[in-house]
Every structure is written in C-alpha cells, then in structure tokens.
C-alpha cells in the first residue's frame, strides 16, 4: 500500500484509475474510493473492497461543470445549483445518460453527480481523464474516513483471495475540511428532495430551491422498501460498541450518563467542549467541539468516533447536537450511528399549563400519585425576585428598593407604564423562576424521580423546551369562573378582568403537545392516563 502526496504518487494513482484499478483520494467533504465511472469491472472492485451493498449507487465525480452534461441530464435547476455551490459539498441526483454503467447507479435510472472543490481530487479525476465513482473510502458500515491514516487503518491487512492488497493506493491530502460527506440533493421530480444533509444547508439550499422538502428518514426511522435513497435505509458510521445517542440540556444528559454508565464495563462519552466537567472521573470523556459551532463537530464527529472505537469500548455515549444549519448533518449521521438508539432528557417529565381556574393544579396533584415531583411555578416567584434584585434594581432604579428587598407595588408602577419594560420585567422574572425550577429538577433527576413543572407562563418563559410533554389543561368558562371564586374569593367583576388579561385558551392548546378537558366531569385518572400515555409515545418515537 502506498500512502503519500507527491506529484508521481498522485500521477500513478490516476494512471491505476484510468487502468481500472482503485484507489482512495482525498475530497473536502471525506476520503472517497475512487473507480472508472465508466467501467463496470473497475466499478465492481469498489463494491468488493468496501464490501458495500450492491443496491447502494455510487456518486460519479466530475472536474469540470461542463461534464455534467456527459453523465447526466440537467434541467436549469441544476446548472443553477452547479453555478452556485460547485465546486463544493453537493451531490445532485438526475436522469442519467445510458454511458453510465448500472452498476453505478444500481440498476436505477439516475445518477449522483459531484464536482469536489479539493483540488488534488480534481486534478486525480482530470489526470485520469475519466469520471470517478466514489463513495466515502471506509469499510461499509464503519464512521467515513477524514485523514488518510483512518483509510489506511480501514484497508491495511485486507487482501482478496490471491493475497492481493484490496487497496494499494492511498493519497493523503490531510484532514478534510467539511468531515461530513456531500448534500445530496435529488431533482427528479418537480420538488426536489434533500436526500442527505451536508455541509451545503438546508438554508442555503432554500435560497435556489424555495420549495425544496426534506426526504422521509433523514431525521427519523423509516421502513420501508423503496427509500427514495438507498442510502436513507443502510447501517452506518457505526463504531463497534453499543452506541446511544443522548439529546437535552447538557447537565441533564451528564446525569442520565453519569448513571448509566454504570452498567458498562468501559463506556466512554463523547460530548460537547462546555461539557468535559461534567462527567464522572471513571467515563473516558472526548469531545467533538463546542455545541455552538456545528461547522467543527461536522470536521471531527468520525475522527473521534474511530478514535473511541479504536479504544475498543463496550458503551459509548454520544451528544446529540441541535439539528440546525450544518447541525442538521452531524444529527443525520448520529442517529444512523446510533441506529436510532436516541435517549432524550428533559428536567421536566411533563410541562403543565393553561388559563387561570382550568384545574392545572388539580391535576398537577393527581399526577403526584403517578410519582412524579410537582414543580409549582407560582411558589417559586417570590424566591426568584430574591435571586434577581440586584439585576431588577440595575434596570428599573435604585427606588424599587427598601432595605435591599424588591417593593413590588412600586416595579410594578414602573415597569407597566410601558411595552418594553413590562416584557423586561417577565424576561428577567422568568428566567429566575426557571432557574430554580431546573436546580430543583437536578436534585431530583440523580436520584431518578422524574419532574412535573407547572405554569401559568410556562410558554413565554420558553420553558417548553425543558418539557417532554407539555399539557394544556382547559375547561369551559363557567367552571373556571366557579372555580376562582371559591378559591380566591373574588368578585365576578374581578374574575373577568383576569380573564381579559389572559391569552385565548387556543394560545396554549396549539403549542402544547396535548390538551386534556378538565371539566370536573372526567375522572382525573383518566386524565392522568391519557397524558402518561402520550409521554410513553413520545419517549419511544426517534423523529426531530
Ligand atoms: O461527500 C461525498 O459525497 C463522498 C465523497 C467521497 O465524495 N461520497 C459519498 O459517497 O459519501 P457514498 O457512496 O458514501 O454516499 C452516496 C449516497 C448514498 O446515500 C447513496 O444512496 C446516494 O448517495 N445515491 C447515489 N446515487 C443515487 C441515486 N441515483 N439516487 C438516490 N440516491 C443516490
Ligand atoms: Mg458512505
């Protein structure tokens, strides 16, 4: 096998291609094992040396646009998208030209094409003077190669039948830049269809391609015969222990893990940089970068994932970052990494909320009986007042102030008298009444007693995003009007005036993932058994 980057290494290798050999060259987006697009037998070797599925078609890489044509039937789609983003991280699947091989394209009938932006890949596909197939080097199944030594780990001691090195030719370009493989879009039909997310987002996509729509079993399970991709279906940069991606705010995944781990005979974590302190002393923790800048867990996500696997551990746990912008492929690969094993932790089981007198309260007693930890909102406001002062007296005046203590009467007066002040005021109050609300839900998540958060603001202090499920609680007018008068005692002029400063009740049913009738005719239970059913389906489901 040789490895290198020298102009005579990089000249033999295209010489082997145009022969119908094999070799791996580097791309920006990973190292691809390249063959004679054109030639079966060359084709078929890849197959062989991968061990790939034969129902998997291959990406046909070009150096110039022009060649698109060669291959391919464009529509203005595509040389839109080929003048925007090539050479670059985009693959685009069309109707093929009768030159490319079927076993290229596994017997359909179209094709991937790709012009790579790395240059010794395009000088390899123009020296060579043929297209290249090439799918990402690593052995079928295993994390795509990124540095020349993971093709080389791959291929070392692989011989065919005669003892003949599968792979002889290794050119090293370095680390690729993007570490994750193309965007492949399709433009078969009319809507074009994101097949896999890349480093090319969505975003940007969507600027070309306004109607663009994301293919079942990107970011969810599917099962199915006929993907609209083969690859959406087969297993994938895997490691070889057992893999289980875990989702949520960061402490409460290092809680779950932290205690899961202790299952495992050497588990090991890879996490985000803000995270490293986190984790038990006996974990081997490695991280893929900060959860902020998806751009760089993209270039190390499978660089660390055959590091860990090289470790040789029987659990390894892995972060899942937010699926946005380039966060949308490393999610993409994690859960195939995974095979869909996703754990997702949330401080609160369950997010109650709804209008005033709808029974949240109620029925926050009644889950009680259920195990769950009630969290109310309300009893945490006057602590969280405390916790803030300082910011509060900093943004409304040192007059809000009596001997160090917030007088409300007086921050009301002023933080009402306008829009902006008022919307201060709940943001800085919110977040406080949050902040407890979490520190209490830690306590409680190390010892596994799952949380029950319940608000009235449970919306516009974003707190929906720390819930699994979140329940709106409703109930007719006139119940809810009894109810505020026997319990707080109030006039119905008054109670009316409450209700007028609310939100509709359809504000909270259409954010929440479910909304239960709390009309007093309906047995709480089965209330209760309706909501905790729910949350069962959601634990098990694996979509965004
Ligand atoms: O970044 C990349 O695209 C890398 C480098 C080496 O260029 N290549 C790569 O190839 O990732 P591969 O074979 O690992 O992935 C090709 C993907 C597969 O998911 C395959 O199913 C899909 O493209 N694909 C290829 N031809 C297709 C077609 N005609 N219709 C639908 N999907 C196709
Ligand atoms: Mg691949």
Redesign the pocket.
């Known amino acids: 096998m040789k490895i290198g980057k020298g102009e005579d290494l990089i000249k033999e290798a295209a010489e082997a291609l145009k022969n119908g050999d094999i070799a791996a060259i580097p ?1 920006e ?2 190292y ?1 094992l390249a063959a004679n697009a054109l030639s079966e037998t060359a084709v078929e070797k890849i197959f062989q040396a991968k061990g790939r599925p034969q129902n ?4 046909v ?1 070009i150096s110039e646009i022009e060649q698109m044509e060669l291959y391919a039937r464009p529509d203005s789609r595509a040389f839109l998208l080929a003048e925007k983003f090539w050479p670059g ?1 985009l ?1 685009m ?1 069309m109707q093929k030209r009768d030159i490319i091989p079927d076993k290229v ?1 596994a017997g ?1 009938d ?3 094409i ?1 012009m ?1 932006s790395d240059a010794i890949a395009r000088k390899i596909i123009s020296l060579a003077g043929v297209p290249l197939a ?3 080097a690593n052995l079928s199944g295993k994390p795509s190669p990124t540095k020349a030594e993971h093709v080389r780990n791959d291929y070392l001691d692989k011989t065919d039948k005669n003892g003949t090195p599968l792979l002889r030719w290794i050119i090293d370009g370095g680390e690729c830049t993007c570490g994750v ?2 965007t ?1 879009v ?1 433009l078969l039909d009319q809507i074009p269809v994101l ?2 997310p890349g480093f090319i987002t969505l975003k940007q996509l969507q600027q070309y391609l306004p109607d663009i729509c994301i293919a079942p079993g990107v970011v969810e399970k599917i099962n199915t015969d006929k993907p609209l ?3 959406l279906v087969h297993r994938h940069y895997a490691a070889d222990a057992d893999t289980e991606g875990v989702d949520g705010e960061s402490l409460f995944s290092a809680i779950y893990i932290n205690r899961e781990k202790n299952r495992y005979h050497k588990p090991a974590v890879m996490c985000f940089d803000e995270e490293k302190m986190l984790f038990d002393p006996s974990l081997r923790v490695i991280s893929y970068g900060s959860f902020q800048k998806p751009e760089i867990l993209a270039k190390n996500l499978f660089d660390k994932l055959r590091e860990l696997d090289q470790e040789k551990h029987d659990k390894i746990f892995i972060r899942i970052p937010s699926p946005d912008g380039v966060g949308l492929a490393v999610y993409n690969r994690l859960l195939r990494s995974c095979e869909f094993h996703i754990t997702r932790c949330f401080p609160f089981e369950i997010g109650l909320t709804g209008q005033s007198g709808a029974g949240k309260g109620t029925l926050a007693k009644a889950l009680e009986n259920y195990g769950f930890f009630h969290i109310d909102g309300d009893l945490l406001v006057e602590a969280a007042y405390e916790d803030v002062t300082e910011t509060l007296a900093e943004q409304f005046g040192s007059e809000i102030l009596r001997n160090g203590k917030v007088i409300r009467k007086k921050l009301s007066e002023i933080a009402f008298s306008s829009r902006e002040k008022t919307e201060l005021l709940n943001t800085i109050v919110h977040e406080a009444i949050m902040n407890r609300a979490l520190t209490i839900a830690a306590e409680k998540a190390k010892k596994q007693i799952p949380c029950l958060f319940d608000g009235a603001a449970l919306f516009e202090a974003k707190a929906e995003k720390y819930c699994r499920t979140v329940v709106t609680v409703v109930a007719p007018e006139e119940i809810r009007m009894e109810r505020i008068r026997k319990r707080d005692n109030l006039t119905e002029e008054k109670i009316f005036r409450r209700f007028a400063c609310q939100k509709e009740e359809s504000f909270y049913s259409q954010k929440a993932d479910i909304t239960v009738i709390n009309d007093g005719k309906t047995e709480l239970h089965e209330l209760c058994k309706n909501i905790l059913k729910y949350r069962e389906e959601q634990k098990n489901g694996s979509s965004l």
């Open positions: 791309t987006t990973v691809g998997n078609p291959l990406i890489h991280p693959t699947i394209t359909l179209s094709v991937a790709r790579p090439a799918p990402s493989e193309s492949v399709s097949l896999r991709s083969p690859g």
